[in-house]
């Protein structure tokens, strides 16, 4: 039987005495040898360890759903039903969590039960303040306030790497909805907000990222999942800037949009993260496509643009390394010590 092993256990191994610390470290390098890719360049973050995972999330779904349907049921109106169904689904995914995620440590159904629960907290509280006189930005502020809290108590009490990533997200959303309500000409300058809200995110994940610059601890993780919000809200508002007809895009536009590109491969090759390349993807293909369109190659422009792109990211993948050594080494000290080390 194949099992897997993650860099957080094998440190709770080494804190038990099972193994010195060395040992461990030994363990490391001889797998990432044995893939030919230093460990810390392969971006690693707990998803699932094995069908089970799938197996008790799929159960975990079923009873969530369930336990709603019959709160919903047994409580007339629509507002307390909702509040019933609500608590419910609270209740039920904390619970399940301190078996689930606090004993066994089960990434993806820890993923899943924290979404349940903070679902259910917004739904709740939806409920509940529906009825108020409080005006609709003021209301999902509040209620994002409130959510966040409660993402942050669970976090206190599980530990689950996407909880801070689920906890920001939300209060960026519940600070801009405040900010409509409190200057309603704010929503004018919606996407420069956005952008500088993605590059606070961004930061705020690199202090994460540079606490654990061997990435062999859950604060990796949690970096990971911050960067995945950080990279949209940065690179759609810059993107979508540009891109300003859905018609056709300049050939100087498209000029620009790689441009770009490049610079967040540069980024994304020193931080060691792919969100921001990813992220962007959708752009550059789209520029591209039209600017082939627009020189009459209609039938076979996005697949040329796909294969170009496309070739050019696998080759960067499979040298990936290579490229973080070339540029890492022109970075000052002071930048070296932050970014994820090369072995």
């Not at 509040?83 to 820890?110: C, D, K």
């Not at 960026?172 to 500088?196: C, D, G």
């Not at 508002?237 to 540069?266: C, D, H, N, Q």
């Not at 921001?276 to 496509?289: E, G, H, K, Q, T």
Request: aromatic share 12%; proline share 3%; with cysteine.
């Amino acid at each position: 039987m194949s099992t897997m092993y993650s860099d957080e256990e094998l440190m709770s191994a080494v804190n038990a005495g099972v193994m010195t610390e060395n040992t461990a470290n030994a363990f490391r390098d001889h797998i990432a040898s044995e893939r030919t890719v230093p460990a810390v360049d392969e971006e690693h973050f707990q998803l699932i360890t094995g069908f089970n995972d799938i197996f008790v999330v799929i159960a975990s779904l079923l009873l969530l759903v369930s336990v709603s349907w019959i709160g919903s049921s047994i409580v007339p109106g629509n507002q307390a039903s909702t509040v019933m169904a609500g608590i419910l689904q609270v209740i039920t995914a904390w619970g399940l969590a301190e078996y689930f995620t606090r004993r066994r440590r089960m990434a993806l159904p820890s993923i899943v039960l924290l979404l349940a629960f903070v679902a259910g907290v917004c739904v709740t509280g939806f409920a509940l303040l529906a009825s108020s006189s409080m005006s609709n930005d003021l209301m999902k502020g509040v209620l994002g306030i409130v959510t966040t809290f409660a993402a942050w108590l669970h976090w206190q009490r599980f530990k689950v790497p996407i909880t801070i990533a689920a906890g920001v997200g939300v209060l960026l959303a519940a600070v801009m909805f405040l900010l409509f309500w409190f200057i309603p000409e704010s929503r004018t300058y919606i996407s420069p907000i956005i952008f500088v809200a993605g590059i606070l995110v961004f930061l705020f994940a690199m202090r994460w990222d540079s606490s654990d610059t061997k990435r062999q601890t859950g604060r990796s993780d949690v970096a990971f999942w911050l960067h995945l919000i950080a990279a949209p809200l940065i690179v759609h508002p810059v993107f979508s800037a540009l891109m300003t007809s859905k018609e056709e895009v300049s050939a100087f536009a498209a000029v620009i949009v790689a441009t770009l590109y490049i610079v967040i491969g540069l980024i994304s090759i020193s931080i060691d993260r792919r969100a921001l390349m990813v992220s962007a993807l959708a752009y550059v293909l789209y520029a591209f496509n039209s600017i082939l369109e627009q020189y009459g190659v209609v039938s076979l422009g996005f697949a040329f643009t796909a294969f170009a792109i496309g070739s050019g990211l696998l080759f960067l993948s499979a040298f990936w390394h290579r490229c973080r050594q070339a540029i890492i080494v022109n970075y000052p000290d002071f930048i070296r010590v932050r970014l994820p080390a090369l072995r």
